[in-house]
């Protein structure tokens, strides 16, 4: 069975403040995808990014990016900078192949002025 | 139009109401979902369509019925619903269902708020 967990339920930070969202996973495959979706207030999920299991390199894109450990089975996702349009539900997911993604349940990321 | 679109994006219905939600997907893909997200819960995948053929159903009671007429459409028909199936119901696309040891990115609409009295 698969498993995703977002221990952080809700975080409020100040603009231009550094935050990082813990996503922590279980799975008995040795292949398997990870994503990032973004799901702001009109409730689109917006596609952030899709890891492979077998390619562990650190990636960023603008302010954001995303540390993948193997060894802890964690793929977190940091934004720099933060901006109140970055306001909004974040969800991890995990896919071991096919088409049935895993979702954590999110966490709600607010950033005030 | 681009991306992934739904209509209606809001939708209020009765429990002896019938409706329809749809979904249209430009972005040439092959396969389409339907998702349920209720509050407090991880989403939760309901059917799944591959070149319009049902490939998967995540035991969905009968209430909800979908049609996939062709690979860019697929409605989801609703009768006699529930209470607890107020949710916001979310499509998603992705170029072909995949096999089980590879993956293709899900691309989301921005779902149908629906409301079940």
């Known amino acids: 069975a698969q498993k995703v967990t977002q221990a952080q339920t809700e975080i409020s930070v100040v603009e231009k403040e550094d935050v990082t969202l813990d996503c922590v996973y279980e799975t008995r495959d040795t292949t398997y995808y990870l994503f990032w979706y973004k799901q702001p207030p009109s409730g689109e999920l917006v596609f952030l990014i899709r890891?492979?299991?077998?390619?562990?390199q650190n990636e960023i894109s603008g302010r954001y990016s995303w540390n993948f450990q193997k060894s802890t089975s964690s793929f977190n996702f940091t934004i720099t900078a933060s901006q109140v349009v970055d306001s909004a539900v974040y969800f991890c997911a995990l896919t071991g192949g096919g088409n049935k993604l895993t979702f954590g349940t999110g966490t709600q990321l607010k950033v005030e002025l | 139009e681009t991306g992934v679109t739904q209509t209606p994006r809001h939708l209020v219905m009765g429990m002896t109401n019938k409706k329809s939600l749809k979904c249209e997907q430009h972005l040439g893909h092959n396969a389409m979902y339907w998702y349920k997200q209720s509050a407090k819960k991880p989403l939760e995948l309901m059917f799944v369509y591959n070149f319009k053929e049902q490939t998967e159903n995540n035991s969905v009671p009968s209430r909800f019925s979908p049609e996939c007429p062709n690979s860019s459409h697929l409605f989801l028909h609703l009768h006699t619903l529930q209470p607890e199936d107020s949710a916001l119901y979310l499509c998603?696309?992705?170029?072909?269902?995949?096999?089980?040891?590879?993956?293709?990115?899900?691309?989301f609409g921005p779902g149908t708020r629906l409301t079940v009295l």
């Open positions: 998603a696309s992705s170029l072909q269902a995949p096999s089980d040891t590879s993956t293709d990115t899900q691309y």
């Open positions: 890891r492979n299991s077998f390619d562990e």
